[in-house]
């Protein structure tokens, strides 16, 4: 027990676990168990978490949802199905991690009762294991279902225990500020906020979870990274894909919901954040929002949101956005959307900050660009006729998650011939493959820490910010297939007489 | 005859040629014909450039030497087999060139009334092939005879003519402060300053030549390099051989005469310098004499020689260097020498700047190495358990040109582990192969692009700075083959904490 106490006393000084953590002994309970995403995420990274050892000798699985034919055996067949399509080779040791470790209860209507019901399973595997109480709940459900499941929840006494319980909740949060900051209330009226993981899976990539390392645990950069050095920044989501079967969410939430307020704002953030000190979550999430109070009210010249129209992506032609099924026939929701943003802070005034999102795009990427300023070139002038261009760092998070520097050399031979040549850095090249990024979450989950979770009041900041975009929607312009997008999304660089960079 | 003049004011304006220049005509006349030094590359070098188009239609070659058996067709036939020997598939064009470019004139003892032959010889020519006068004189001759053939060129009248003249002559340029004066004094009397070209090969190397526009097209690197962002400046030119059999001259020179004060102080001062205005030869010289001049006297406790003993490199055993033929078996002549310098500048005070070479040491290797201050890690304490590093950025200039910058990431997974990795670039890896230090230097001088060539103000500041050394000799210390020179050397970084950087 005295031991415990200083393991705890340790963790509670240390922002992030060791190297090859292992969590305490608990029980992860996935709401919404028999859905596609513990099928293909949850599930197969807790496996994997486990057979790692990151997880313990006792970290179990309580699944549940509302399917009252299932029981503890057919939720392990029906587990072992998804570890087999996830590529695992179900043996009998798979058998029997599955048969240890996984257990279900079902629910009949989501009422309290079967909540009640679910806490007194929990207590009674709790028991039978002899464990601490130390629970996650993830609510692997639809977002209208949250407040029923918090309500729930915390109605039954499940938000405490004498151990720790930790809610992890998948964004959407919210749809808006009013409707995020009602979910946060809600939460709150049962949890702390230091129980709370919000997942956005792009901050669990490998090149998000290294950008503090590389940021500040880099003499180089730090210097640079700044309105005296930086020309613009640009952050591109592109999608080749279209809506596919996801008219349904779509037509109600477009380009801003789906990829601007969360995805692009958090690398935003990321990449314009002050020195965190100490280097911990919450210092950390003060920084980044912090970078979003500073941002000035967005002005409307300064947003272009599109529609793809029927275009080619590889030689394939392509419905256009209403021409797809579910979507109305005359939708004037976005799939694309260019948003320049000015950082009014001591670091960036004057700094533009671009970001871009779209489906139907002519590549699958997702980007940071860093354009610095162009030396005083004037004094090249009698050595060197074509142009010098500037430095650029290009942070690559999809496909293929690393960096370049583009610098200037002469090209060898007589003359002063200077040309463009890139340093190339891929994780996948130094590291082998990358963990999946839920994989990484989840164990910062069971391990307590925070830092890639977001915070309630990030998430109010950052709906805050598009908050007038919602509300008087920008007229969609139609693009096509195939392209980068409305050809007006370069009018937020116009004073910079350039575009965007071509990924 | 205007378009010439116009073609002549825009090369004045122009500091270094365009593109694909091409010289005007002129005779290229080499001074010690029949040594070495032409075969192996003055030679090999005119041809390459000839048959790339860059000495133009009427770029001739004449060749002088104290060997009176020699003739036109006995030259050719000479040059003939060094091309075949370099690798030269001597075809009947190549036979047809030697034949029409390559010319030879004989001296029987080198004075006066052999040089006014030459020129005579050198008018014959002129007038025969209708060329304007404009003259290359390089003597590829030894140092001790350059007095000599300086007067009788200037005597009989050929340091001036109605084209242009130019007067190249090789390292060294004398061997201490005093004969350097002498030396320069002697050119001047006949020669001006912008006559002379004093070849330091290291200058022609592609990393060497790069280094202005790495530094200034470039604007990440300005605000890194200076006291703020630099802890400290490694320079090492490391070889592997020992004196071979060069004792004669070696016995009288050692490392600092031989490497310390040319080429490690040629790569010192670029690194140093500020940035030069406009980018033009006379003010680049200018910024690197400024170096020179700013560099506090030596401190005694700075310095470290050292002499090789025996040892072992790749399993060989290999004799001390008081072993090897031609060296006094009590001789204290430095094949190593490491050495502080401390430049009293705006940019660089506090700054070490650490010079290194010897002989026989553990790689043959040519290095710049810039280490960046360590960002201020207390931020990191509470993330990461082991030390951060510092950034590096190292410069290679042998044996394989280009550079590699030294960074810290976070490796993949869940812990925050911080590694050191690389961003490698290698020239030949970009571009091919890489033009021969040589060839980029001699078209230099047919073009007038005086910008590598030492200035004689560097070379006297240089030799004044390294005088104390030269005059109260410090102690040499033994060191073994095949390691990195005595282990004292590393008292230069006592204060630092650390040692060299081993390549």
Request: charged share 20%; net charge negative; aromatic share 10%.
């Amino acid at each position: 027990m005295i031991q415990n106490l200083a393991v705890l006393q340790a963790r509670a000084q240390a922002a992030v676990p060791p190297a090859n953590a292992t969590a305490e002994p608990h029980v992860f309970v996935i709401l919404g168990a028999t859905g596609d995403l513990t099928g293909r995420k949850l599930l197969p990274s807790l496996f994997s978490l486990s057979q790692e050892g990151h997880l313990g000798d006792q970290g179990f699985i309580l699944g549940t949802a509302v399917d009252a034919t299932l029981d503890d055996d057919g939720f392990r067949a029906r587990c072992r199905d998804w570890l087999a399509a996830d590529g695992v080779n179900v043996d009998d040791r798979v058998q029997q991690w599955l048969k240890e470790r996984l257990f279900y209860q079902p629910m009949r209507t989501g009422g309290t009762e079967d909540f009640r019901t679910l806490g007194t399973r929990l207590a009674a595997l709790e028991k039978g294991q002899q464990l601490p109480s130390n629970r996650v709940f993830y609510l692997a459900l639809p977002s209208d279902v949250f407040p029923i499941a918090i309500t729930q929840l915390g109605e039954v006494g499940l938000s405490k225990s004498s151990g720790w319980t930790r809610l992890v909740i998948e964004k959407p949060f919210g749809h808006d500020l009013a409707s995020a900051q009602q979910l946060n209330a809600l939460v709150h009226k049962y949890f702390d906020e230091a129980q709370v993981y919000r997942i956005d899976h792009y901050l669990g990539k490998e090149t998000v979870r290294n950008f503090l390392v590389f940021r500040f645990a880099n003499s180089l950069f730090e210097p640079l990274w700044n309105r005296d050095r930086v020309e613009r920044v640009e952050f591109t989501v592109a999608e080749t894909l279209g809506v596919e079967h996801r008219a349904g969410y779509y037509e109600h939430a477009g380009a801003l919901r789906d990829m601007v307020q969360n995805h692009l704002t958090q690398l935003l953030t990321l990449t314009a954040m002050d020195v965190p000190a100490p280097m911990e979550a919450s210092a950390i999430w003060d920084e980044k929002v912090k970078v979003l109070r500073s941002i000035l009210p967005i002005r409307p010249e300064n947003v272009v949101f599109g529609q793809y129209t029927r275009g080619q992506i590889d030689g394939t032609t392509l419905p256009g956005y209403r021409e797809e099924p579910g979507v109305a026939r005359d939708s004037t929701i976005e799939t694309f959307a260019a948003i320049r943003l000015d950082i009014a802070t001591w670091r960036w005034q004057g700094v533009p900050f671009l970001l871009r999102t779209g489906k139907r795009l002519a590549r699958r990427v997702s980007q940071v660009v860093i354009t610095f300023r162009c030396p005083p070139v004037g004094i090249f002038r009698p050595m060197v006729s074509a142009s010098i261009h500037p430095n650029v760092l290009v942070i690559t998070i999809q496909p293929d998650e690393g960096f370049d520097l583009h610098f200037e050399m002469k090209a060898p031979g007589q003359s002063v011939a200077v040309e463009t040549r890139s340093l190339h850095f891929r994780y996948s090249e130094a590291f082998g493959p990358l963990p999946e990024a839920y994989e990484t979450l989840l164990l910062d989950v069971v391990l307590g820490d925070s830092t890639l979770f977001v915070r309630d009041d990030w998430v109010e900041a950052s709906w805050k910010l598009y908050a007038p975009l919602l509300e008087n929607r920008p007229r969609v312009l139609p693009y096509a297939a195939g392209t980068w997008g409305p050809a007006e999304a370069d009018s937020l660089l116009k004073e910079l007489e350039c575009g965007w960079t071509t990924p």
